[in-house]
């Protein structure tokens, strides 16, 4: 099983700052600035920042749109390994 997770932001957005405080250091996150990506973004179809897309084996599973905390992050993640 290959998770993976995919945070979508943009350098304008204040929230999407403020989760990159609180996922610091967290590792296995693949930061895309939509700005900079817009065909990524398009095809995940991002309609607000910031967002994040949970992969497992290249397949959506989950996504959390807006801030959260690290432990909501990693509660999201353990039920993701707990059902596959």
Not at 21 to 40: A, F, H, M, P, S
Not at 63 to 71: C, P
């Amino acid at each position: 099983m290959n998770i993976e997770v995919l945070k979508f932001s943009a350098t304008w957005c204040g929230p999407c700052r403020a989760l990159s405080q609180i996922l610091k250091g967290v590792e296995g996150i693949t930061n895309v600035d939509i700005d900079q990506n817009r065909e990524l973004a398009a095809k995940h179809n991002v309609r607000s920042v910031p967002l994040l897309v949970f992969k497992v084996d290249d397949e959506e599973v989950y996504r959390h749109s807006g801030t959260l905390t690290k432990s909501m992050y990693e509660k999201i993640l353990n039920n993701i390994k707990s059902k596959n």
